[in-house]
């Protein structure tokens, strides 16, 4: 499968004018709801409208802790009167493309979809379009005719990660020795990940081993750690370039479990509560922050927007291509790489977590050592 290609819109300062815009408006028309008007509010046979939500997995801690209740609440703001139906594939493919069928012959206006599988799930994507059932594909590129892609620059997510990794290790070794953690194959975003980070390692590391990791599964993360240790030795390991804070996780279980001491660089990405305490504690180095509010509202956003047969150039100013299909309308947000010395003017500052969350009584000394306190 080919890395997603992403071309900016000419004026995307005025599209990103024109987003904030177009979300006023929008909630504009929902407080009018309250005061006695009734503007239309979704739906293309002039009723409510019906918004299907649908999440690869509950393993990783975003989806459920964050992007559900984020999406469920804009639009609840921007369109009172509609409704989502919630599904959750629990990382099951068939499940996933059940529960398609299942929102399309209930009659969902528009869906927002987090492909379990991509390619797996293209002739569910085509069944959708063929019902005039749009598709938003959110965080994930799915295959097939999606009406928009909202997501993070993928390729920007990998850079920043060598960035950390290649500093952390500093000057130990002329070209120090890694391991490479990526993430799931079936998700298009584990290979985008992957070139962005070898933009910036390749040539100035040896990749030692190099694993894809099924389901983005800290289990499958922590066994491929054991056998690289195996196949490298416990002293041979410099860094390790982890794509997701959950493999992070599994990595340092491993490395521990082998008596690593001290442990090399790790790097994540989801800004995990877990990954933010590991970091604290100075057991991982770094994780990708991807604020999840921006990607949510703006999927809200289209979805209610698509529901009004209204178009989605306001809100997506890129393009993006996929396998099947070029000039998709897409959002595609700027990620941040955190450290321990910048997570109280990212993570705290925008209200992820407050730092009572973050140093709990286990990690109030390594918060102590770090400077985050309230």
């Known amino acids: 499968m080919r890395n997603p290609e ?34 239309e509010q ?14 690869p997995d509950s393993y990783t801690a975003r989806w459920e802790n964050f992007d559900r209740p984020l999406i469920e609440d804009r639009v609840g703001e921007l369109c009172p009167d509609c409704t989502i139906e919630y599904a959750n594939a629990q990382g099951n493919v068939a499940t996933q493309q059940g529960q398609i069928e ?6 969902v206006d528009v ?48 850079r920043l990660q060598g960035e950390a990794l290649l500093e952390a290790m500093g000057d130990k070794a002329d070209r120090p020795q890694i391991v490479m953690m990526n993430g799931d194959p079936a998700d298009p975003n584990s290979a985008w990940f992957e070139e962005g980070a070898l933009s910036v390692l390749a040539g100035e590391v040896r990749i030692g081993k190099s694993y894809d990791t099924v389901g983005w599964r800290s289990e499958n993360a922590h066994r491929n750690m054991t056998g690289a240790v195996a196949a490298l030795g416990p002293d041979s390991i410099d860094g390790v370039y982890s794509a997701n804070d959950a493999l992070a ?98 993570l705290v500052r925008d209200g992820m977590y407050t730092i009572d969350q973050i140093c709990t009584p286990k990690y109030a000394p390594a918060c102590e050592r770090a400077g985050l306190t309230s």
């Open 111 to 158: 869906l927002i979809l987090d492909p379990v599988d991509s390619a797996a799930l293209q002739s569910s994507v085509r069944n959708a379009a063929d019902a005039n059932v749009p598709v938003v594909s959110y965080d994930r590129l799915a295959e097939g005719p999606i009406a928009a892609y909202v997501s993070f620059d993928g390729a920007e997510v990998g």
């Open 249 to 346: 996780f599994g990595i340092i279980t491993a490395l521990k479990a082998n008596h690593i001491s001290p442990l090399p660089p790790v790097t994540g990405q989801d800004a995990e509560l877990a990954a933010v305490q590991r970091i604290v504690e100075g057991e991982q180095t770094m994780t990708v922050y991807k604020p999840f509010a921006p990607q949510a509202r703006a999927a809200a956003a289209i979805a209610v927007a698509l529901s009004r047969g209204e178009p989605v150039g306001a809100v997506a100013g890129d393009e993006i291509d996929n396998t099947t299909d070029e000039g998709i309308p897409a959002v595609l947000l700027t990620p941040v790489a955190v450290n321990v010395g910048n997570i109280a003017d990212t």
């Open 6 to 39: 992403l071309r900016s819109r000419p004026g995307r300062a005025a599209a990103l004018l024109a987003v904030l815009t177009l979300v006023t408006g929008l909630a504009a028309c929902g407080q009018a709801a309250h005061s006695g008007s009734a503007p």
């Open 102 to 107: 299942t929102m399309i012959t209930q009659g």
């Open 42 to 55: 979704g739906g293309g046979a002039g009723g409510p409208a019906k918004i299907g939500l649908l999440l």
